[in-house]
């Protein structure tokens, strides 16, 4: 059975750009849901966490 990922917040630590996903299955999309790199200024040292709860709602508005 695949396991759904939880709400992720990506979080580059040298230009501050921040992204909420909340993936629909456990295939990830790279540069979607997934990052191994920063979008902004091409960091490689991304950090990544589980969303917190306004995160995950904030994330979902913008939807
Ligand atoms: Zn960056």
């Keep these: 059975m695949p396991i759904k990922p939880p709400p992720t917040t990506w979080h580059c630590p ?15 999309q790279a540069g979607v ?3 191994d790199h920063c979008p902004q200024c091409g ?18 508005l913008k939807l």
């Design 14 to 28: 040298k230009c501050q750009w921040r992204k909420t996903v909340s993936p629909k299955s456990d295939a990830l």
């Design 33 to 35: 849901e997934w990052f």
């Design 43 to 60: 960091c490689r040292e991304l950090e990544s966490r589980e969303a917190t709860a306004l995160e995950r709602i904030a994330a979902s």
